[in-house]
């Protein structure tokens, strides 16, 4: 993935409120102060009980290491913090570096901790994500890593400081606001070709059989010549038959067409299994759809259902490649009530009689809203991962989880012949096939 | 670093071992050993706290050698080097689990530094107190041991304070 940017944003300690409120939730007494308090309380409290001055000359170290400690106290810190990233967004598992450059604009500080407050999911690959120096006034420190992670969108935010004097008692702990995000996109795997027959298409010339006569490449009929054909799709058989009338070959149009497609991220509909959720393939199949029907020249948009309304607005080539893979980086999982069901779905997104494609495990509800899309005239297919054999290889090998499985298998079975006798294209997707395998598969048949 | 602390926690139960085995309290003597050994194990294993337990024992254990009348300069040796073990174990530690430490020689140099400034300080004002004998009465011992934890909880407190 190319760098295309450098992100740079930069945080002061002065000034946040956000700091502020972090701040009284740090503790300010480290075990340790409290330890050396206690033994020095003890001895003198002991050596005055006693009416006995070596204890209280056993003190003494105590005091002054602790007075040493009060002594060079930290002063206030006033670091400046910036944050670069190597790029703004990444393929999955492809390293992306992180840069911290901490300057100090204050005092000299003896000890700094920086401690980078990395978004969990991300593996660490190189460099570390704290640092501990000593700060000279003007000086400036680099922290750089590099990690890399799944599909997701990573925001990072906070970076916590902690000062100390050289004996560790006294510490001073703020965090800076260091802001950066970056996208690990999808692995979009463009599949052989997807064969699609909406009922309507779009003017330009693309892949699409359209029922209609003209230029095109596979044969469609004969009519007669008209001025201006050419005169190589004269029919000379079909001519030699009648006198003084020439006939010419007609081909069937290829265009390009609407294509919506909607991935169900309600969060009911989803399943687990020790190797993750069943969202993120049917994000892959959406990223591979996407690509595919983009690069045969089509227009697509994209509508993640489940969250919020979450639309990529139709559009074509890489651009919309692009936004479409964005817009998969960042999808969320929601449970949402008015997403419950398919009821709410805007279909005035999608244009009229144009191609829908559904990617979803499905749930019992959905069929009535997918036969009344169907009734509207819009043509749909149905990408369906099975979550009954995919959260059943998470689950103990017993004859009640078989029993389950069975049943569960026997309701989706029946919701899916519902489906298709209602002249929806229907995939049911193991996931564990690659899912070129299977559309591959299912579209020739589909042929 | 380490070895450091290894020195310093031998010399610690060296001069508690010699506080009492001068004074012919003999039966004391081998627990401060073991002790001792035991705070070297725990170093050695990496056992978390470790040096704050070691810590205690030895300033409870020279706190008895004074009720016992042991050799209070030994003691007092032994005090400050059990002090600067475990400070050592905090900064080694500190220094490990830090991540990537950059001017790794200079922190090292400064807290060290420190470190030798404090602890000679403490020795050689404690030895100053042992040698200077007072008489005071129970009021006068009041008055100053109430002002001695007094300003010292205004320091504390002033410096937290001024801190938040």
């Known amino acids: ?447 | 670093m380490k070895n450091f602390v290894f020195i310093s926690i031998g010399l610690a139960t060296l001069g508690l071992a010699l506080g009492y085995s001068l004074s012919s309290l003999w039966l004391w003597t081998p627990l401060i050993v073991a002790m001792g050994l035991l705070w070297l194990v725990g170093q050695w294993r990496d056992w978390d706290g470790w040096a704050s337990i070691g810590l205690i024992f030895f300033v409870v254990a020279a706190a008895g050698g004074v009720g016992h009348d042991a050799a209070a300069g030994w003691l007092l040796s032994g005090t400050v080097a059990a002090l600067i073990a475990w400070d050592l174990d905090h900064f080694s530690q500190h220094l490990n689990h830090a991540g990537h430490v950059e001017n790794a020689a200079e922190l090292r140099r400064t807290h060290l530094r420190r470190l030798f400034v404090v602890a000679s300080l403490g020795l050689l004002l404690a030895g100053v107190a042992l040698s200077i004998q007072l008489e005071l009465n129970l009021g006068w011992a009041l008055f100053w041991g109430l002002l001695a934890i007094l300003s010292l909880s205004w320091l504390i407190g002033f410096s937290r304070g001024e801190s938040q």
Do not use: C
Not at chain 1, 207 to 219: A, K, M, S
Not at chain 1, 380 to 396: A, M, W, Y
């Open chain 1, 1 to 447: 993935m190319p760098n295309l940017s450098e992100k740079k944003s930069g945080g002061n300690l002065a000034g946040f409120r956000e700091t502020q409120k972090h701040l009284k939730s740090l503790p300010f007494y480290q075990p340790r102060l409290l330890l050396l308090n206690l033994l020095i309380y003890g001895l003198v409290l002991g050596g005055l009980a006693t009416l006995n001055g070596t204890l209280l000359a056993l003190a003494l170290p105590f005091i002054i290491y602790l007075g040493a400690g009060l002594l060079f106290e930290p002063e206030e810190p006033r670091l400046k913090v910036s944050r670069y990233l190597s790029a703004d967004y990444a393929v999955q598992d492809e390293p992306v570096t992180i840069k911290l450059t901490i300057t100090n604009e204050g005092s000299r500080l003896e000890e700094v901790l920086v401690e980078d407050l990395t978004p969990t999911p991300l593996e660490l690959l190189d460099g570390q994500t704290n640092l501990l120096t000593t700060l000279s006034p003007g000086a400036t420190v680099e922290l750089s890593y590099t990690l890399r992670g799944k599909r997701g969108a990573y925001r990072f935010s906070k970076v916590l400081i902690t000062v100390s004097e050289s004996l560790g008692l006294f510490q001073k702990r703020r965090v800076i606001l260091a802001a950066g995000q970056f996208l690990v996109l999808p692995e979009a795997t463009r599949l052989r070709r997807v064969e699609i027959r909406p009922r309507r298409t779009r003017v330009y010339s693309g892949l699409i059989p359209v029922r209609q006569g003209g230029p095109g490449i596979e044969f469609f009929g004969v009519r007669e010549y008209q001025p201006g054909d050419p005169l190589r799709w004269i029919n000379e058989r079909a001519s030699a038959r009648h006198i003084q009338t020439l006939f010419v070959n007609e081909f069937e149009q290829e265009r390009i067409a609407d294509v919506g497609l909607i991935l169900d991220a309600r969060q009911q509909s989803d399943a687990y299994a020790p190797e993750g959720s069943l969202f993120e393939h049917s994000i892959q199949a959406t990223a591979a759809l996407a690509d595919t029907f983009l690069n045969e020249g089509n227009r697509v948009g994209l509508f993640i259902y489940g969250h919020y309304i979450d639309w990529t607005f139709p559009g074509y080539g890489k651009v919309q490649r692009q936004r479409i893979l964005l817009a998969l980086a960042r999808a969320e999982q929601g449970d949402g009530h008015v997403f419950a069901t398919l009821e709410y779905l805007p279909t005035r997104l999608f244009p009229a009689r144009s191609q829908l494609v559904l990617i979803s495990p499905l749930l019992p509800a959905d069929p009535e809203m997918l036969i009344k899309l169907r009734a509207r005239g819009y043509r749909l297919l149905v990408i369906s991962p099975d979550p009954v054999t995919f959260e059943q290889k998470g689950l103990p090998v017993n004859r009640e989880v078989e029993l389950a499985a069975r049943l569960a298998q026997l309701e989706r079975g029946l919701l899916l012949n519902k489906l298709r006798q209602a002249g929806i294209q229907v995939i049911d997707w193991q996931v564990e096939t690659p899912f070129q395998e299977v559309a591959h598969l299912a579209f020739s048949r589909f042929q």
